[in-house]
């Protein structure tokens, strides 16, 4: 049974950062792939970053150049630094994780078991 659980959205101002959190138990945390999927209303849920056991990371296009995914092995702890956020970041924000497979942030957003998601509003 995994157990997923986010923190730190919120409000930002356009070109503002934030940082997410996320809590892994920790099977996948130490031998899953895990990450950060995001769904806009009225939009199809998408993949933003992932990152593997070995600390391997994939971003999606948009998130390049201003989100870093890292983990903190010692606490279990996966986090998601946004920068230069824009309008369009807008959208709840999942922490995500799977087992097998390849491990990227497409593959997460279809097969990935999700928490509850942290809102994030860029205006």
């Known amino acids: 049974h995994v157990q997923l659980v986010e923190s730190g959205g919120g409000a930002v101002p356009a070109g503002g950062s934030r940082r997410l959190s996320c809590t892994i138990s920790?099977?996948?945390?130490?031998?899953?792939?895990v990450g950060w999927v995001r769904q806009a209303r009225g939009k199809e849920r998408e993949g933003v970053a992932s990152i593997d056991h070995e600390g391997t990371t994939n971003y999606a296009h948009s998130a390049k150049g201003r989100f870093t995914i890292s983990k903190d092995n010692a606490e279990q702890i996966l986090y998601l630094q946004m920068n230069n956020l824009k309008p369009e970041d807008t959208a709840m924000y999942y922490c995500?994780?799977?087992?097998?497979?390849?491990?990227?942030?497409?593959?997460?957003?279809?097969?990935?078991?999700r928490g509850q998601g942290t809102q994030v509003t860029v205006s």
């Open positions: 920790g099977y996948f945390y130490t031998r899953g792939c």
């Open positions: 995500a994780a799977m087992y097998g497979g390849t491990c990227d942030e497409t593959q997460l957003s279809m097969f990935g078991f």
